[in-house]
């Protein structure tokens, strides 16, 4: 895992670099979910370990407090 930094913190990331910077900007460094600009992630809407992948189209930028709900299924 790895952190980008922007211009509000930081981004967790465990995908490439390249790839989280473009999903980044593409989405304004804002969670997905709620809009913070707060402790953002990388999640993958369909998991790696179902068969999901690290392309950019799988990817979306959320927040903590949102990964953790929807990594939870909440």
């Avoid at 509000?8 to 997905?32: M, S, T, W």
């Amino acid at each position: 895992m790895w952190i980008l930094k922007h211009e509000y913190g930081y981004v967790n990331a465990d995908v490439r670099q390249e790839q989280a910077r473009i999903k980044c900007e593409i989405n304004q460094f804002v969670c997905h979910r709620c809009g913070s600009t707060n402790e953002l992630e990388i999640h993958h809407m369909i998991p790696i370990g179902i068969g999901g992948t690290n392309d950019t189209g799988n990817l979306i930028i959320l927040c903590h407090k949102c990964h953790a709900e929807r990594s939870n299924n909440v």
